[in-house]
T-cell receptor, first 111, second 117 residues
Framework: GNSVTQMEGPVTLSEEAFLTINCTYT??????LFWYVQYPGEGLQLLLK???ADDKGSNKGFEATYRKETTSFHLEKGSVQVSDSAVYFC??????????WGLGTSLAVNP | DAGVTQSPTHLIKTRGQQVTLRCSPK?????VSWYQQALGQGPQFIFQ???????QRGNFPDRFSGHQFPNYSSELNVNALLLGDSALYLC????????????????FGPGTRLTVL
């Protein structure tokens, strides 16, 4: 079945550091890939998505590229801010649109 | 444009009791999915409703049941609560199961935090 493996946290960075959170997946067919973010005490918000191979999703300085050859969708940001502190979830969806989730990676950014 | 709303925000119950959680989808959306998120874990899919019918179900016991109303809002019911049912319950909405593709974005509500004592 479909699955998502996500880099374990917590990740602690200083402000303006470079961020990478690894995500790999196993899926049949051609899933769409998503990164959601959950700020403390809040629900899940879509951060970015990519719907086909080689697509790059981007939002708020975050980027992720759908790599079919390596079945990966790593999240990157060139310069993190304290306000980026949150839990980040990688997820995939097939045509049934049931989201399959990674375990989440907690990010703490220190000033 | 109202997003996905859920009620109540928090709920405390004791073992063996029953609970009902409610969700109103984003305007224009007719499909609702429910997820359970235990502390420190990713969400787990419970079930999905479209046209007032359960269309898909995850690996949850029959104690978990749901309903969708003609206005597309939905309820999640959990009977005979166990301590392990303590979690954040998330509702997500999306439009149009017919012609569904994987590319559509699901929008999440803020969740209901259920604590079972």
């Amino acid at each position: 079945g479909n699955s998502v493996t996500q880099m374990e946290g917590p990740v602690t960075l200083s402000e303006e550091a470079f961020l990478t959170i690894n995500c790999t997946y196993t899926a049949t067919g051609y899933p769409s890939l998503f990164w959601y973010v959950q700020y403390p005490g809040e629900g899940l918000q879509l951060l970015l998505k990519a719907t086909k191979a080689d697509d790059k999703g981007s939002n708020k300085g975050f980027e992720a590229t759908y790599r079919k050859e390596t079945t990966s969708f790593h999240l990157e940001k060139g310069s993190v801010q304290v306000s980026d502190s949150a839990v980040y979830f990688c997820a995939l969806a097939g045509n049934n649109r049931k989201l399959i989730w990674g375990l989440g990676t907690s990010l703490a950014v220190n000033p | 444009d109202a997003g996905v709303t859920q009620s109540p925000t928090h709920l405390i119950k004791t073992r063996g009791q029953q609970v009902t959680l409610r969700c109103s989808p984003k305007s224009g959306h007719d499909t609702v999915s429910w997820y359970q998120q235990a502390l420190g874990q990713g969400p787990q899919f419970i079930f999905q409703y479209y046209e007032e019918e359960e269309r898909q179900r995850g690996n949850f016991p029959d104690r978990f049941s749901g309903h969708q109303f003609p206005n597309y809002s939905s309820e999640l019911n959990v009977n005979a609560l166990l301590l392990g049912d303590s979690a954040l319950y998330l509702c997500a909405s999306i439009s149009g199961l017919a012609g569904a593709t994987s590319t559509d974005t699901q929008y999440f509500g803020p969740g209901t935090r259920l604590t079972v004592l």
